[in-house]
């Protein structure tokens, strides 16, 4: 009779626990204690798992504390309740009691802290359970790595890998997946794509994480593939891979501008699947054609939603400030704010990016005020866009101000404020915000030790530099490497820069674009074409080569190097070519003194080769008209630039020409133009005007030119000494002679000249 009452109870409590009734369970418990079976095991552990799923953890306490009788069921039963309540420290504390512990017993509280963020105790809890003789299960695997891809730890990810593959755990799908996603937050794409590869089967869960992972390293073209094999191999597509796919459209918009198309047809497939109300998805569509630039198609999307959230509006807000279109952001602000959504942490920062981007400093700092207690986020984002607009001044002061409202900033804070300090040469404040950066424990942090290194080395402080690099640079993160690189170079240490870049490689450290661009122009300012010869063997062989940054850098070496052919030889093997490529090509003929092929590369690239000239490629190819004696044309292309290019003319540009003309002697043509130029107060459009007129004996203009020059800076010796030579040449000894009375009376004085050869033992000057 006791074992039927015993099981219709069981079978009550069960129907009490899958309803969630929680008074019925309570009239049963009381029956229970009535009829003196509250030492059965069994029915305790029911009416533990009843008050935990009533949300009822004290009772469920109370009555484990009161058992007389536990066995490891009942421990599992308190222990899974404290877990999926989130109460962790009682979870640990309760498992460092129990008498006997099992497999299940360990993936509880490992899951559970993986779970809470805790994901350091839960690889030390995984490293204790395995020193206990305890073989890990599937679920195990699947908590351990996840904390590992949470911590970036794949030094660890790839032990606990090695044990998974001896177990013959790694082929299991979910344990597969979770490896998949461990190497791909922690950014080894090829040790995820190798995973994704082995498993025996995959699932949407596998295509998703792989697709992310390529999708976060640029790899577009094949996180693409990925998706087309997904859906060839009849895998189920879903919000959550769809969703995937549209981040890496989005992720590519900003850079390409096919991926709107490819991100149009997957909209169109979410149409096909039915899947336009999941409110995610359509969260990820806006987000696609916000990130490509078209917000007309957002707004269509937007319009026609039949649930919005926050994210939604932010999406908006953040698409038009992405445009530059702030009246359009803050209508959807104020929309958002008429609807009934209250605006969060992140559309204060869209708002505030928005306005930056804009240039409307005012609103922004505006709405930045209005925030009553705000996130360092916040901070971070106004930092960051008053260094990105050039507002260093503002963004130094803004971190004062941090400084007086007890706001301790982040790494990104410290990189933000030193790049402004750097781009000021503000020595003393970047010193200031160095000090804070040790007593906030980041000056060890690489991200902060490569601005450290930029500021400093921007500041004229290349020792201090060094002392950063050389405390940081076991570490082996390639960006401090960079930094210290790029310093040396900056401060003319280029024999240095290139020893540095050597000893990187014999670091087994792979060199990024920016090494290679760094170091050729250290080898292209030593004038050392043997160096540079060795850095162009070692980008082919790291296969980057074909790299528009590199390839522009290879150009520009060669041709300071002399070597022109070489540099038009590789200028044409280049598959891809942008306006950066172009200059250098065009730059390096003008330099070299083959005018006539510069313009002819002139005339390629705006006729042919769908690349717009900028700024730059018209000094270059002015320059080229000037050593090539081509005048007229010079004169057609200056006149081009505005009416046919849209590009304003600058002070460079006017030396250039005034160069052009001066060499032909053309000097009236010379005073119209410096009669309507905007830029009088340039040293070196008047040098260049002065060194003309000496070679041609233009005396008048000569002495409006020296004026000029000494009216900008009394103590520059150039003008003195051109203008000296000029007369000395016409034999008028007494306008020598008072030139270099003045010459002394001013305190100008000329600096030593030097040259230099290349040796197989070095480059001596």
């Known amino acids: 009779m006791e074992i039927r009452t015993t099981t219709q109870l069981a079978n009550f409590l069960q129907l ?23 030492s059965d095991t069994f029915l305790s552990n029911r009416l533990i798992e009843l008050y935990h799923k009533c949300g009822h953890l004290t009772s469920a306490r109370q009555l484990f504390d009161k058992m007389p009788n536990r066995n490891i069921f009942s421990w599992h039963a308190m222990l899974s309740a404290h877990c999926k309540n989130g109460d962790i420290d009682s979870a640990h504390q ?52 996840s904390a590992c891809g949470a911590l970036s730890d794949w030094e660890y990810g790839c032990v606990c890998h090695g044990l998974a593959s001896k177990i013959g755990l790694d082929k299991n799908v979910y344990v597969g997946n979770a490896l998949l996603s461990m190497y791909a937050k922690c950014e080894r794409v090829e040790s995820a794509v190798k995973v994704f590869d082995d498993l025996p089967e995959v699932n949407e869960v596998s295509f998703t994480a792989i697709m992310g992972a390529l999708g976060d390293t640029d790899r577009v073209e094949e996180a693409f593939g990925m998706f087309r094999l997904m859906h060839r191999s009849g895998i189920r597509i879903d919000a959550i891979s769809l969703s995937s796919i549209l981040g890496v459209c989005a992720r590519s918009g900003i850079r390409e501008s096919g991926s709107s198309v490819n991100g149009q047809q997957l909209h169109g497939l979410t149409i096909r699947l039915g899947l336009e109300e999941d409110l995610h998805l359509s969260n990820s569509l806006l987000d696609m054609y916000a990130k490509c630039g078209d917000m007309n198609s957002a707004e269509m999307i937007f319009d026609n939603l039949v649930d919005v959230s926050v994210v939604s509006w932010n999406v908006m807000i953040g698409g038009y400030g992405q445009k530059y279109e702030i009246n359009k952001a803050i209508e959807f602000m104020q929309r958002m704010q008429r609807f009934g959504f209250e605006p969060d942490e992140v559309t204060y920062i869209n708002m505030l990016t928005a306005c930056l981007k804009s240039g409307d400093i005012e609103t922004a ?77 980041f000056d060890d942090d690489i991200y902060v030790a490569s601005g450290l290194i930029g500021m400093y080395s921007k500041c004229n402080k290349i020792e201090v530099a060094k002392s950063i690099f050389d405390r940081v640079k076991d570490q082996d993160d390639i960006v401090c490497w960079n930094s210290m690189i790029a310093g040396l170079s ?38 050392s074409i043997s160096q540079g010869r060795q850095v162009h063997a070692r980008a082919l062989k790291d296969e980057v080569i074909n790299d528009i940054i590199v390839g522009s850098a290879l150009i520009d070496m060669y041709c300071k190097c002399g070597d022109v052919d070489e540099a038009r030889s590789f200028f044409d093997k280049m598959p891809i070519k942008n306006t950066v490529t172009w200059n250098e090509m065009i730059h390096g003929y003008a330099q070299n003194g083959h005018g006539n092929e510069g313009v002819a590369l002139f005339e390629q690239m705006v006729n042919s080769s769908g690349v717009k000239p900028d700024a730059i490629t018209f000094i270059a190819v002015l320059t080229a008209c000037s050593h090539s004696g081509l005048i007229d044309y010079g004169m057609k292309i200056f006149n081009s630039m505005l009416q046919e290019h849209g590009v304003e003319p600058l002070s460079d540009h006017y030396t250039c020409i005034i160069d052009s003309l001066g060499r032909a002697g053309r000097f009236n043509a010379i005073e119209v133009i410096v009669d309507k130029m905007p830029y009088l107060n340039d040293p070196i459009l008047w ?46 000894w007494d306008d020598v002679r008072n030139i270099r009375e003045l010459m002394i009376e001013k305190q100008a004085v000329k600096g030593p000249g030097y040259s230099w050869f290349e040796h197989k033992d070095g480059s001596y000057a």
């Open 16 to 38: 009490c626990i899958d309803k969630k009734s929680h008074i019925n369970g309570k009239l049963i418990h009381a029956h229970i204690l009535r009829t003196g079976l509250f």
């Open 94 to 145: 309760l498992f460092v009691q129990m008498p006997e512990r099992n497999a299940v017993s360990w993936n509880t509280l490992i899951s559970a802290l993986v779970r809470g963020g805790l994901e350091q105790k839960a690889l030390n809890v995984y490293y204790e359970m395995t020193r206990a003789g305890f073989l890990p299960s599937n679920y195990t695997l699947a908590s351990v790595f």
């Open 365 to 441: 700092r505006e709405i930045f005020n209005k925030m009553g207690s705000p996130s360092l986020s916040s901070w971070n984002a106004l930092l960051s866009g008053y260094t990105q607009i050039g507002k260093h001044k503002e963004a130094v002061r803004l971190f004062i101000n941090m400084q007086f409202c007890n706001v301790k900033g982040d790494r990104t804070t410290f990189a933000v404020v030193f790049s402004s300090c750097a781009s000021m040469g503000l020595l003393e404040g970047g010193k200031q915000a160095h000090a804070a950066s040790v007593k906030n424990l």
């Open 490 to 527: 900056l401060n003319n240490l280029d024999k240095e820069a290139f020893v540095l870049f050597k000893n990187m490689l014999e670091n087994n450290m792979i060199p990024t674009q920016f090494s290679y661009a760094t170091v050729l122009s250290s080898c292209a300012k030593l004038s």
């Open 687 to 732: 040098e260049v005007l002065l060194s003309a007129c000496r070679v041609h004996l233009n005396v008048s203009l000569a002495r409006r030119a020296a004026d000029e020059l000494f009216r900008i800076n009394p103590c520059n010796s150039a003008p003195y000494v051109l203008l000296a030579n000029m007369y000395s040449s016409m034999e008028r």
